[in-house]
């Protein structure tokens, strides 16, 4: 475990935060924005004033928002930065080059490169410093849609492939979900809350975690194809998703958000949505004075529902209820 | 009448003093350029102060602090026996402070405008602060050196009330061109005030053309 202990005061806003993270995998840092999630970074990385150690003595990997690649060094002047003053040369500079696929690009000036190809040479060139761990404030999000999709592969190759532990800042649950292995939710400067993001994102007394933020994430393994859908199986129940999903026996994320589950009492015998499952009402939550955030077990995994409390009211949604829950769309991480 | 002499006095002048400036204006500049202390406007103008004041108020002070029984005038005699006053090495010093701004300033400048992320990303890539300011901040602020360099070599070489207080005019000594034309002026040698001022105006145009050149080259990397 690596124990991130860190406070600071500054005009409007206080951080003060003392969370064990796990040495291995990504942790995500998820809060709205004002929250403190850079400044945690930035104090961990001793950019912040007032905490000890030098920058430059740290030996942590920081991938900006903004690549901030140094414009008068080539991609491989800038890559090669880090690594001739790490301390250690546990990375090896060809399989990350390869991972990030920048062989291409290396003797290039970054003024020439896409954003999203500068963000990948910034990756290599943190990583290639050897660090004890790598701090990534919102890498994607300077970045639009497009862009966004043809790096996120490269994470997901980082997060199977590199032992190095990364803390990832930020406000997009949706990539949090898929990347992360642990998920620490920052409120006002304060941890809020700490654990498996499997366990964190199925909470439902977060309010950072409501609204379009609230769903659960689940590993299924696609084993079945059928009229351009496929299966996937999860403990003791399955999901039809559009699409066609290798069948390689191995388990995939899915993401089920709140408010694409909604509950019936009885199963709907005539209804357009493909998949409805026998669950168990765990908790029942208002978030505020119109909605509700209901956690049901299905097997050993949970679900979120978003719900009306007048829904909850009229079909009287009690903890232990046997239910339906209606599951209208799932976000699977290729 | 030898012309030669007095221009490569003076262009000894700007060249020991610009190499000097390089050295003591970078570190002021630099932190002019970081510091968020309270005492950063009373240093930019005490910097500054060369410009505003008349040369002639500067050599006067100069040639107090300066002169045998100055503050570092004696200090200067006691540990090498001689005057800084009317000097070569009195002009280099009082050289030094007069176009201590125009080396500082440019290069101030070109410091400030360095966005501070490459700086920050130089430091968590394994940088110390002396690092990262020769690997990063001096190689993308070249265009304040340059311009920093050529603007105190300039400034110095056209140099007359601070040298005239200072220096005097001693041939091979303190005669710099400035004083020479003003020299042949006096004793209504124009012809030779003529050569001197258009070897002058000609280097002047020569050392700015040279200077916008690089600096459009820099500017467009």
Redesign the interface.
Known sequence: MIRLRHKLRKENFALDVDVEVPDTGITGIFGESGSGKTTLLRCIAGLEQGDGLPVHKRNVGYVFQEPGLFPHLSVRGNIEYGARRARTHRVESVPVVEMLGIGNLLDRKPDSLSGGEAQRVAIAAALLRSPDLVLMDEPLASLDRKRKDELLPYFDRLHDELSVPVVYVSHDIEEISRLCDHLVLLEGGKVAASGNLFDVVSRVDMPVLSGRNAGVVLWATPMDHEDGLTRFDFGDGNIWVPGTFEKRGNPLRLRIAASDVSIARDRPTSSTILNILRATIDEVHAVNTATALVRLGVGNQSLLAQVTNRSVSRLELRPGDQVFAQIKSVTVRH | MNIFGPMWLSIQLAFFTTAILLVIGTPIAWWLSQTRARLKPAVQAIVAMPIVLPPTVLGFYLLILLGPDGAIGSWWVQLTGSALTFSFTGLVVASCIYSLPFAVQPMQNAFESL?R??L??????????L?AFF??AA??SLRGFISGIVLSFAHTLGEFGVVLMVGGNIPGETRVISIAIYDHVESLNYAAAHRMSLLLVGFAFVVLVTMFVLNRRWGE?
């Open positions: 966005p992320k490459y920050e990303r130089a430091w968590t890539l394994g940088a110390s602060r690092d690997t990063i190689p993308l990397r």
